[in-house]
């Protein structure tokens, strides 16, 4: 008997588990970015934004390229915090909290307008 096809659950449970690792070592890299930062005088405000966005996007890449779903809410505040941050550093002086309130809002609605939209309805 030939055991090195993958068992679809185990092959479920497996890409769990990396994603749990992309997520713990994304978490990392926010504190180790925001530690340093705080660390060096005089940084640029909006740099931290573009750390952030670049986590966030890199995290959603890691899971494409792995065949884990991508997170739109993560890939979607991940692009604004990245466009934030450059607006700051261009010195554009954006409304960042609340763009990013009306951004966060506006997410969860499309989230539940989809999630309806492919489950069947127990409302008869």
Known sequence: MDN????????????????RQL???SWAL???MIGG?????????????IGVGLIMLGLNVARYLKGI???AFSS?????AL?????????????????LLIVIGASIIFDVI?????????LR
């Open 4 to 19: 090195s096809s993958p068992v679809p659950g185990n092959q479920d449970s497996g890409k769990r588990l990396l994603d």
């Open 114 to 122: 989809v999630s309806s939209a492919t489950r069947p309805s127990t």
């Open 23 to 25: 997520e713990g070592i």
């Open 37 to 49: 930062l705080w660390l060096i005088p005089n940084v640029p405000g909006g740099l931290w934004l």
């Open 30 to 32: 926010f504190l180790i």
């Open 69 to 71: 779903r991508v997170h």
């Open 83 to 99: 466009l934030l941050g450059v607006a700051e550093l261009l010195g554009l002086g954006l409304p960042v909290l609340p763009i």
């Open 76 to 80: 979607v505040l991940g692009a604004l």
